[in-house]
């Protein structure tokens, strides 16, 4: 919700500039880089549904201050609290994953949770964008934080109490024994091909979309003789984009776990993602620039669910797996 209505809504929210606005959407990002080691250790304290319901709490609290706060000071602590709130349920995504899945149908997983767990981006975006336009940012702001905490009982129905103690203490090597992972090459590779498909695909277009519209488009845009807001039309856009991301992704996933050639089908996707994003700033009608921005994003959240099934794959050959499951949520700041 956020990324669609702060950079068009941003002097209601109490922002004096667009420069403000970047900041307050990357700064939930910079504080998981102290904070994500932190995750590691709190879930090999605490039990595992504990950790997913603190971070249901402070992500819905947080959530309907966005429409009220307007000091600059405290939106920089919300978003910063926040960014704790997504690396519990991140990591806490990643080691339930693990727990769950094998070499068969890791893939499938990664698709189906990368594919449902966006759907709150969908009605986010697409209600945020919509509304905010209609009625302001207040109002949506506290409907979209309260349906945070309509997920408890889900929460206690479904998700286990506690992963299996192979998964998060057995065979944990020592502190300094665990740097010896970035060692490893494939690794190392892994990482920072997630930090580029997460930076470049998702978090800057992400975050810039509805003022990409602005700009090249201007504030109200012609659709077939229907005048809608920037912000409306990003969210649109973005919900249609997660609204078929479940059927997408998950269908990349399962052919990941028929191939061998996982590298190979992440290097095509790469390829069509960079070409698509050339087309992107070119100066071509409305009609046409839709639906490549579309294909484009679901190449995006395919890459994602591709680059998170490599890794779990490499990660499920090493003893250490909380301490790399830590370090590459780090990577997707």
């Given at each position: 919700m956020?990324y ?5 809504h ?34 090999k ?12 709490f ?25 960014g704790f ?8 995504a ?27 981006s ?17 109002l949506?702001?506290?409907v979209?934080g ?11 129905k479904?998700?286990p109490?506690?992963l ?13 024994a ?19 498909i ?11 979309l ?19 807001g ?9 919900a249609?984009?997660w609204g078929?991301?479940?059927?997408v ?24 993602a ?36 490599v890794f779990?794959?490499?990660v499920?050959?090493?003893t ?14």
């Amino acid at each position: 919700m956020l990324y669609i209505i702060l950079p068009t809504h941003y002097k209601e929210m109490g922002i004096t500039s667009l420069i403000g606005v970047g900041v307050l959407l990357s700064v939930n990002r910079f504080v998981r880089l102290p904070l994500n080691p932190l995750i590691g250790f709190i879930y090999k304290k605490i039990n595992f549904r504990t950790g997913i319901l603190i971070a249901i709490f402070f992500s819905g609290i947080t959530t309907i201050g966005y429409g009220f706060v307007k000091e600059f000071e405290i939106w920089v602590i919300m978003r910063s609290v926040w960014g704790f709130s997504w690396s519990l349920f991140k990591l806490g995504a990643y080691l339930l994953i693990f727990q769950l899945a094998n070499d068969t149908n890791r893939g499938s997983f990664m698709g189906t949770y990368n594919g449902l767990y966006r759907l709150g981006s969908l009605f986010g975006m697409f209600l945020g964008g919509l509304f905010a336009d209609l009625f302001g940012v207040a109002l949506i702001s506290t409907v979209i934080g309260l349906s945070a905490f309509f997920s408890l009982p889900i929460l206690y129905k479904y998700v286990p109490k506690s992963l299996d103690k192979e998964v998060t203490t057995k065979n944990s090597p020592a502190l300094l024994a665990n740097f010896k992972t970035f060692k490893d090459r494939n690794l190392i590779q892994i990482f920072v091909t997630a930090f580029l498909i997460i930076m470049l695909l998702d978090g800057m277009l992400t975050a810039s979309l509805s003022h990409i519209i602005q700009v090249k488009f201007t504030e109200r845009v012609d659709i077939l003789g229907l005048i809608v807001g920037a912000a409306t039309l990003a969210g649109v856009i973005q919900a249609i984009r997660w609204g078929a991301a479940p059927f997408v992704v998950s269908r990349v996933g399962t052919a990941l776990d028929n191939t061998e050639k996982k590298s190979r089908m992440l290097a095509v996707f790469l390829i069509i993602a960079f070409i698509l994003l050339m087309i992107i700033p070119l100066n071509i009608p409305i009609m046409v620039w839709l639906p490549i921005l579309l294909i484009h994003l679901l190449v995006s959240s395919s890459l994602t669910t591709i680059i998170d099934t490599v890794f779990s794959n490499a990660v499920s050959k090493v003893t250490n797996k909380v301490f790399t499951m830590t370090s590459f949520t780090l990577w997707l700041i």
